[in-house]
């Protein structure tokens, strides 16, 4: 069964409550790359299901890996909480859609 846009809605919510609950220093820091990747994934979701919306979706985020091995996404997670606020509202419009 194919995504909707209402599944795409709760992903993003569930970031952004998520990142809701953290601290200001901790919205401040930067996620796992599981993390990253996983916002990615939702992105790229809404650009399957809305083609035609492409251009106006936020970015998707680069994952790093450090010296020692452990990724990292680029993004922090007050980016990545505006990221997925933006996503809520861009899908809310095309409910029905």
Same mark, same amino acid.
Do not use: W
């Given at each position: 069964?194919?995504?909707?846009?209402?599944?795409?809605?709760?992903?993003?919510?569930?970031?952004?409550?998520?990142?809701?609950?953290?601290?200001?220093?901790?919205?401040?820091?930067?996620?796992?790359? @599981?993390?990253?990747?996983?916002?990615?994934?939702?992105?790229?979701?809404?650009? $399957?299901?809305?083609?035609? /919306? *492409?251009? &106006? +979706?936020?970015?998707?985020?680069?994952?790093?890996?450090?010296? @020692?091995?452990?990724?990292?996404?680029?993004?922090?997670?007050?980016?990545?909480? $505006?990221?997925?606020?933006? /996503? *809520?509202? &861009? +899908?809310?419009?095309?409910?029905?859609?």
């Amino acid at each position: 069964m194919a995504l909707s846009s209402r599944d795409l809605v709760a992903k993003a919510r569930a970031f952004t409550i998520s990142i809701g609950k953290l601290d200001r220093d901790a919205r401040r820091a930067q996620p796992s790359g @599981l993390f990253g990747r996983d916002y990615n994934s939702l992105r790229a979701a809404a650009a $399957t299901l809305h083609p035609r /919306l *492409v251009e &106006i +979706l936020p970015p998707a985020v680069q994952v790093h890996q450090d010296s @020692l091995g452990q990724e990292f996404t680029e993004a922090s997670y007050g980016e990545l909480d $505006t990221f997925c606020e933006q /996503l *809520v509202q &861009i +899908l809310e419009e095309q409910k029905g859609s």
